[in-house]
């Protein structure tokens, strides 16, 4: 079965620091991947999305950029994180049929400070 | 542009009343449409989905919801709520080709269920 693991849980950093959150898929291959941001009354933003390997596609313009260096892995980064940057992350996989829905990782809480 | 409104923020309940979330969505074309609920501090967990035929679907939990092209909705429902319904729940909408399968959210209704 399939499985997506999303670390760390929790972070802490301060202003200015870099970022790196990881998210891996087990159990599929070729899978759509999404980098989500859930801010306090804000619902689900879409930050990335990526269809394949070192295809990136970038929904808002912000201080972050993510990577897809192996097909089951995706990475969200920042070089010097912002106040702004805090908020709840999570990553999702997709099937490449539109007639699925996602999955999601559980969770990323950034506390940039 | 695409784009999916959930009206209500926030809604109270209590337990063993019905309940009906609103879900409204703009695109062109069919949508593919989805509704999930997030416990605090979790990731999200799928209830149900539409793709195409009956219109109105069952999910997990006895949840349900309808689909009405002519008012652009899904709505979310439920008979008799229960305590342990109280969470955070997102409706959204699948768009693209297979190749692009981008997933646009709306803001989330957060549901309170009073004993």
């Known amino acids: 079965s399939q499985t997506i693991h999303q670390w760390p849980a929790t972070l802490v950093q301060p202003v200015g620091s870099p970022l790196s959150l990881e998210c891996t898929v087990e159990g599929t291959s070729n899978p759509n991947l999404y980098w989500y941001r859930q801010a306090a009354g804000r619902g689900l933003q879409l930050l990335f999305y990526?269809?394949?390997?070192?295809?990136i596609s970038s929904e808002v313009p912000q201080n972050l950029s993510a990577s897809r260096p192996q097909d089951r892995q995706f990475i969200l980064s920042s070089k010097k994180l912002l106040l702004s940057d805090s908020g709840f992350y999570l990553c999702a996989w997709r099937g490449t049929s539109i007639l699925t829905e996602a999955f999601f990782g559980q969770g990323t809480r950034l506390t940039v400070v | 542009a695409q784009s999916v409104t959930q009206p209500d923020i926030h809604i109270t309940v209590s337990e063993g009343a019905s309940l009906e979330l609103r879900c409204n969505y703009s695109?062109?074309?069919?949508?593919?449409l989805f509704w999930y609920v997030q416990s605090p501090g979790q990731g999200l967990q799928l209830l149900l989905k539409?793709?195409?035929?009956?219109?109105l679907v069952q999910g997990i939990k006895g949840f349900e919801a309808e689909f009405k092209r002519s008012q652009s909705s899904f709505n979310l429902r439920k008979p008799s709520v229960h305590w342990s319904d109280a969470a955070e729940y997102f409706c959204?909408?699948?768009?693209?080709?297979?190749?692009?399968?981008?997933?646009?959210f709306g803001q989330g209704t957060t549901l309170q269920v009073k004993p």
């Open positions: 990526s269809v394949g390997i070192g295809q």
């Open positions: 539409y793709f195409s035929g009956d219109t």
């Open positions: 959204a909408v699948g768009y693209g080709s297979s190749n692009t399968g981008k997933l646009i």
């Open positions: 695109y062109g074309a069919t949508p593919y």
